[in-house]
C-alpha cells in the first residue's frame, strides 16, 4: 500500500497571517449573520465584536446597524504577509469599506483584547439609572460586608464621610455603618468623620472588609508609612480587627509587604456574616490581592508614580482558616497553580501564582463577591488607565477561576456613560465598584461604586440598581 506525502505549500504566509488574524478573535459561540452581503460575517453576542471575510473584493459590506456603539476596526489582506491596517471607528450603521486594493480581506470589528471569554452564565449588566443615589460628597472607597445584624459596613477615605465635608469632620480613613433597604438607606459613621459615634485613631486607606460570627475585619494600607512623609498605599497592609461593629479597632502585629509582590487586597465576600460559601470551597476566609507593577514603586516620593492600572495585570489569591484571621502570617496558604486533575494547589507567597491575569492591567483597588443566584465569583477591576470608568466585570466558579467577562468597558463608552433616567453630575471618573451581598437578590442586585472627582460628582458613596442580562 503506498503513501502519498502531501507537497509543500507554496503560500506558507497566508497561513501565518490567518493564524495571526484569529488568534484571540475566533470565538466558538460567534454565529453567521443573516444578512445577505458577500462574503462570510460572524457576530458576537450583543454585537460587540464582527469578523468579516470577502474574497477577491475591493470593496467590503457590512451591516453594523446591530451594533450599540462605534467601535474600532483593522483589516487585514489575508493573501499577504501579516499586516493590519488601522481603519478608526465603524458607525452603527450599514456601510462600505473601500480596500486599497482588490484581494481577500478580514476586517475585526469591536475590542477583541478582554481577557477572558464571554460569560456563560451573563451576557452583561442592565442598570436602571432611574434609582441612582449620591451621598457622602468627597469620601470614596466604601467596599461594604453584610454583618450578623442585617446592616451594612465598610471604610471609606477622606473628608468627613457621611453629612460632612471637607472641612466638617475630615479624616483619611473612616468607618460606616449603612441601614436600610436599598431604596431607602441611610448611612451613619461609626469611627472617624463628621460627628461620629467615635473616633478615629489611625490613618489610611481600606477597600476591603468582612464580617466574620458578628466581628469585623478590615485590610488597611497606609496613607503615610512610617518614617515617611508622603503617602504610599503600596508600601504594605495591615489587618484591622474590631468586635464591637467598628467603634474600635486593633492591627495584627504582622504585615504583608509590597516586596512580597502584594498590595492593595479584597475579601472575597459571601452572605449574610460570611455565611453561605459553597462547602467545596472550605471553611476559609479568602483574599485576593494586586501584584504592583513594579515591588519597588510608590504612590508619591523618590519611586513615585501615582495611583494607577498595573501593566500586565496580575492578582494573587490567598486563603486562612476563618478563625485564623488574626493569628499569624504564615497561617495564610497562596494559589500556587493547579494539580494534574485541575484542582487548586496551595502553598507559600514564595511559590504563589496568579489567580488572574489581565495584560490590560488591573487596579489600583478591586472587590469580589459571591452571587448565589448565579453561583459565581463576581470580580471588579480597572484595566488600561485609572479613573477613567474603564471596569471590568467578571465571573468564576471558583474563587481561583476560570474566569470569564460579563462587561468590558472601553474608552469610547466607559461605565455610566450613558445613563437615562438620572441627572445627577458625571465624570467618567469610576475607579472602583462592587456588588453589596445584602442588595443581591436572584439576577438584581445594588451596584455600588466611587470615583475620582476631586470631592464632586462621583468622588462620594453612589448606588444604582440593576440586573445581570442572563443567557
Known amino acids: 500500500m503506498g503513501f502519498n506525502a502531501s507537497q509543500p505549500y507554496d503560500n506558507f ?11 484571540n478573535r475566533f470565538e466558538l459561540e460567534s454565529n453567521p449573520m443573516e444578512e445577505p452581503l458577500k462574503g462570510l460575517v460572524l457576530k458576537k453576542y450583543h454585537a460587540k465584536r464582527f469578523i468579516v471575510y470577502t474574497e477577491d473584493a475591493a470593496v467590503v459590506e457590512i451591516d453594523l446597524s446591530s451594533m450599540s456603539r462605534p467601535l474600532p476596526a483593522i483589516a487585514v489582506d489575508t493573501k499577504a504577509p501579516y499586516q493590519e491596517i488601522d481603519l478608526g471607528y465603524f458607525k452603527n450603521l450599514h456601510q462600505a469599506w473601500r480596500a486599497p486594493y482588490a484581494s481577500d480581506w478580514a476586517l475585526a470589528v469591536g475590542y477583541f483584547d478582554q481577557p477572558y471569554p464571554d460569560s ?8 436602571d439609572w432611574s434609582t441612582h443615589q449620591r451621598h457622602a460628597l468627597g469620601s470614596d472607597n466604601f467596599q461594604l460586608t453584610w454583618s450578623d445584624d442585617d446592616h451594612l459596613y465598610g471604610a471609606w477615605g477622606d473628608v468627613g464621610g457621611f453629612h460632612g465635608t471637607n472641612s466638617k469632620g475630615r479624616v483619611g480613613l473612616g468607618f460606616a455603618r449603612l441601614k436600610g433597604n436599598s431604596d431607602s ?5 461609626i469611627w472617624g468623620g463628621f460627628e461620629p459615634e467615635n473616633q478615629a485613631d489611625f490613618d489610611g486607606k481600606s477597600w476591603a472588609t468582612i464580617s466574620i460570627e458578628g466581628e469585623l475585619f478590615m485590610w488597611v494600607v497606609p496613607d503615610h508609612p512610617e518614617g515617611k512623609e508622603y503617602r504610599n498605599h503600596y508600601e504594605y497592609v495591615e489587618l484591622a480587627h474590631s468586635r464591637d461593629k467598628g467603634s474600635s479597632w486593633e492591627k495584627a502585629p504582622w504585615r504583608f509587604e509590597e516586596a512580597e509582590e502584594l498590595t492593595i487586597p479584597t475579601f472575597l465576600n459571601f452572605g449574610k456574616d460570611n455565611a453561605g460559601a459553597p462547602e467545596a470551597f472550605g471553611d476559609y476566609v479568602y483574599t485576593y490581592f494586586l501584584a504592583p507593577q513594579d515591588p519597588s514603586m510608590e504612590q508619591e516620593g523618590p519611586n ?24 499569624a502570617k ?20 514564595a511559590n504563589k501564582q496568579p489567580v488572574f491575569e489581565d495584560e490590560n492591567g488591573v487596579g489600583w483597588c478591586l472587590s469580589a463577591s459571591y452571587n448565589p443566584h448565579l453561583d459565581r465569583i463576581i470580580l471588579i477591576t480597572q484595566h488600561r488607565q485609572t479613573t477613567q470608568g474603564l471596569l471590568g466585570v467578571f465571573d468564576a466558579p471558583n474563587p481561583w477561576g476560570p474566569w470569564s467577562t460579563i462587561e468590558y468597558f472601553e474608552e469610547e463608552v466607559p461605565f455610566g456613560d450613558i445613563r437615562p433616567g438620572s441627572d445627577l453630575d458625571w465624570a467618567n471618573n469610576v475607579f472602583c465598584a462592587a456588588f453589596p451581598t445584602k442588595w443581591l437578590d436572584g439576577e438584581t442586585f445594588v451596584l455600588n461604586f466611587t470615583g475620582g472627582g476631586q470631592g464632586k460628582d462621583n468622588d462620594s458613596f453612589n448606588t444604582v440598581e440593576g440586573r445581570f442580562i442572563l443567557r
Do not use: C
Open 304 to 327: 513615585g508614580v501615582s495611583l494607577m492600572v498595573h501593566q500586565p495585570g496580575k492578582i494573587f489569591l490567598a486563603r486562612v482558616r476563618s478563625n485564623q484571621l488574626m493569628d
Open 120 to 127: 456563560r452564565v451573563a451576557r452583561g449588566l442592565f442598570l
Open 13 to 23: 504566509h497566508w497561513i501565518k497571517t490567518w493564524s495571526r488574524f484569529f488568534k
Open 330 to 349: 504564615e497561617g495564610y496558604q497562596f494559589f500556587t497553580g493547579r494539580d494534574v486533575l485541575g484542582s487548586p494547589k496551595w502553598g507559600s507567597i
Open 185 to 189: 438607606y441611610k448611612g451613619f459613621n
